[in-house]
């Protein structure tokens, strides 16, 4: 490593340049001869100890004087001084005041900020005086300790806050008689009390406002517990007040109450009556059930006898004693709710339905309540109370019930089916199910959903395939276990189900004077739906073991397929490996079934082939692998019109990848140009830089390249590319096509991208079959179903 600059050792200040070393050592070249002169003008030579008398030495500075050999005073050395800024940028310092100044205080910041803390501190000396002046000595003292404090961070903050609010003082608790981590951590409570304040006065409370309130406070607690009387009551207001606001974000809220509310009492605070009721609902919410159902019980003749408090108090009651399950207390508290002359929301009861629902002997008794209920709200109830007591009756099994009120709910009441021995054919069909079905599984009550099938089934409704289906695929999706196995299990018997049928039709086609019927358990037959929802699953979890009895099953089951069914078994085959019967399935089922694939067919047969399934190809199998190669080009331009997506053809990038790749690793450069070309010119495509690079280094993974070593190739590649486009654009600036100095397109520099490409992959052709390329082009064009292309693509191979 070469030495550095001298200029490097000094810093970016406090440095001579070389100027001025070069003055100096000018300069002192000079002064030898003068000093040598200087026995001539009558000055001491450096050898000579001879003193002189005063009387002596003034005569003789007298003469040199009237001569006018004497000098003023010694010549001085002339020394620049320079500062280099952050942009890198060099000032020249005036003198050496300005000098020694720098060197102290780069830039001036500590002067700056030396006056800007006088002005802070001149203003809270005139703000400590008037408010002592008004007779307030201990929130003045409390003012001078705080910017004693926190000189930096909140001296102009508390300025203002004892400007625009005096009363913003009396949230603060004392510090008098703590020290150190005591005394801090209020400090630091003080400081989250006071910004929470001033974010609740502009109505911009954030969640971070919120939690370092509640962090601090808990900091706070341990010092707090041994002088709860120094905590002013205003500042528990004020922590009542934020903690316990019904924030979206505040989901601890009710834990912070619980905390707050017994911090109150043991300090001697009178928590208000809604305070009290909040409490105690927070006790409850927070574990303590029997504590809160007990404290309830003894508050019975207080708050349950306030008018203001009467109502939150007996519906707070009623949710608890719903919550333990305590049928009789709830019921109790239900009918004095009832029979007091307060005006209450009817929905209070939904809790109490709901218990009745979950208790065998009083299904009816909740029944009763939501009548009540709905004639009570009458047009106000809404459609989300009754899907909220629907699914109280569904949860716990009683689907009639719940029939009912969706009876209700879609009839408007105009069809009551208490009662009714037969339900109506205006209830009793599938499409009226169907429409519950769907609103269930939208809402994700899927257990709701299946205990509405098999209601059907118990009164000989039997579902369409498409309900069915909804459900086994939301299952499917759920990714549980236990729902999966429930929809395999449906899904199954419903294959069944169809089987039999086709076995039945079969035997009444032999045996036409016999008449035969279906036995079954009311599943509806499975459709090609079905099939593709098993197929589709079990794929996806790699149950390639279950592709084979599913797809027996469905050529029993005689449906006739589609590309999506043929296709998860072709992708099932090729997790299994089993990608020698592939190609020979993809043939017969589709030239059964007279199917056209689609590019999820085609993405599969491109990742079966045998060069994307191993590692290397033997020589001896490589013209057999390019033949093969070219002729599954072949069927893909076959069916070229699945490629079709709006008014143009289109290539997923994975596809067209896999495919240039195909033809690389084969190294067939021939059917590679080809290919390329055709999926430039057929589906307008244009590969990015990652394929590009690719195709260039012969590679999968370029990431891996890099790191064995190989990351100049890499580097060259791009140098090229980035080249070649700089070429491409000066003429394209030449031709008018662009204007100068104008970035290229991102259009543009795709086009240009996949033009570079494309001269690569014909200077690698030429290069190894210079002699016959255009033959070689032919063939594999005739091999690969170009031919219309074959002219245009073979004169410049």
């Known amino acids: ?215 601090a406070y808990s900091a706070a607690r341990a010092t707090m517990s041994g002088r709860w009387h120094t905590v002013p009551t205003s500042t528990w207001e004020f922590l009542w007040q934020i ?64 008018p203001e408090t009467f109502v939150p108090f007996w519906q707070l009651g009623l949710q608890m004693y719903c919550r333990v399950g305590d049928l009789e207390r709830a019921q109790r508290v239900a009918t004095t709710i009832f029979e007091s002359p307060h005006d209450t929301d009817p929905r209070f009861v939904q809790p109490l339905i709901k218990l009745c629902t979950e208790t065998p002997s009083a299904i009816e008794t909740g029944f009763k309540l939501y009548r009540d209920l709905r004639v009570s709200l009458g047009d106000s109830m809404t459609i989300e109370d009754y899907d909220t007591i629907i699914s109280y009756f569904l949860a716990s099994g009683n689907t009639e019930h719940a029939l009912f009120i969706f009876v209700d709910m879609m009839k408007s009441g105009s069809v009551d089916l208490v009662g009714a021995q037969h339900y109506p054919p ?14 269930l599984i939208g809402a994700g009550d899927l257990e709701g959903a299946l205990n509405v099938l098999l209601f059907m089934r118990s009164h000989a409704i039997t579902p369409r395939a498409i309900q069915v289906n909804g459900l086994i695929g939301a299952w499917l999706r759920s990714g549980v276990a236990d729902n999966a196995r429930k929809a395999e299990d449906i899904a199954w018997a419903m294959i069944n189900t169809r089987i039999q049928f086709v076995e039945l039709r079969r035997r009444k086609s032999s045996i036409p004077d016999v008449n035969l019927y279906q036995s079954g358990d009311g599943w509806p037959r499975a459709n090609l739906e079905t099939f593709c929802l098993l197929a589709e699953n079990y794929k996806e979890r790699g149950l390639t073991a279950k ?27 090729l997790q299994e490996g089993n990608t020698k019967t592939l190609l020979p399935m993809y043939q017969e089922m589709f030239g059964r079934f007279g199917l056209k694939p689609d590019p999820h067919t085609f993405m599969a047969l491109w990742q079966a082939l045998p060069v ?13 692998e390019v033949s093969r190669t070219r002729g599954l080009f072949a069927e893909m331009i ?5 490629f079709q997506s709006k008014d143009k053809l289109e290539i997923d990038d994975f596809l067209a990848r896999n495919l240039l790749h195909s033809f690389r690793k084969i190294q067939d450069r021939a059917g590679l140009l080809l290919a390329y070309r055709a999926l430039r010119r057929i589906f307008d495509y244009n590969p990015p830089d990652m394929v590009v690079f690719e195709m260039l280094l012969g590679t999968l993974d370029l990431e891996r390249l890099a790191k064995r070593r190989e990351g100049s190739k890499l580097i060259r590649a791009r140098w090229s590319l980035d080249h070649y486009l700089a070429h491409r654009q000066q003429e394209l600036v030449k031709s008018g096509e662009m204007k100068d100095g104008e970035d290229m397109s991102p259009e543009i520099r795709a086009e240009e991208t996949g033009n570079f490409l494309e001269l690569q992959l014909e200077a690698a052709f030429s290069d190894v079959e210079e002699a016959n390329a255009q033959r070689l082009a032919i063939e594999a064009a005739e091999e690969m179903g170009l031919q219309a292309r074959t002219t245009r693509d073979a004169e410049t191979p």
């Open 426 to 439: 205006s209830v009793a069909n599938p499409f009226f199910f169907g429409k519950w079905l769907k609103r």
């Open 1 to 215: 490593m070469p030495p550095r600059p001298a200029i490097f050792e000094f810093g970016p200040r406090n440095f001579v340049c070389n100027s001025c070393l070069s003055a100096l050592r000018k300069r002192s070249t000079v002064t030898w001869p003068i000093r040598q002169l200087s026995q001539a003008t009558g000055a001491p030579a450096p050898g000579r100890t001879k003193r002189r008398s005063p009387e002596q030495e003034a005569e003789r500075l007298k003469t040199l004087q009237t001569l006018g050999l004497l000098r003023d005073a010694p010549d001085k050395l002339s020394v620049n001084y320079f500062e280099q800024g952050e942009s890198g940028k060099l000032r020249r310092i005036q003198d050496e005041n300005e000098f020694g100044k720098e060197l102290i205080d780069p830039g001036g910041e500590l002067d700056a900020r030396l006056k800007e803390l006088e002005g802070q501190l001149q203003g809270v000396t005139d703000m400590a005086k008037a408010i002592e002046n008004m007779g307030g000595k201990e929130e003045a003292d409390k003012l001078r300790r705080q910017f004693a404090r926190d000189p930096d961070g909140n001296a102009d903050d508390l300025l203002l806050d004892e400007i625009d609010n005096p009363s913003m003082s009396l949230l603060a608790i004392p510090v008098d008689g703590l020290n150190g981590n005591r005394q801090h951590r209020i400090h630091r409570l003080n400081d989250r009390i006071r910004r929470c304040s001033r974010a609740h006065e502009r109505n911009d409370v954030l969640p971070k406002d919120v939690q370092d309130l509640w962090k």
């Open 547 to 573: 592709m084979g009895p599913l797809w027996q099953s469905f050529q029993a089951a005689e449906i006739a397929p589609n590309s999506f069914m043929l296709n998860q078994l072709l992708l099932s085959l």
């Open 612 to 624: 994307n399934r191993f590692t290397r190809i033997p020589p001896k199998d490589l013209d057999s």
């Open 638 to 642: 076959k069916h070229i019109s699945v």
């Open 243 to 306: 903690l316990s606001a019904e924030y979206a974000f505040n989901t601890s809220r009710m834990s912070y109450i619980y905390a707050l509310a017994k911090d109150m009492q043991q300090s001697g605070v009178s928590l208000r009556p809604e305070q009290q009721i909040l409490a105690l609902e927070a006790m409850f919410v927070d574990g303590w059930e029997n504590e809160a159902i007990e404290n309830h019980r003894r508050h019975v003749t207080t708050l349950g006898t306030n």
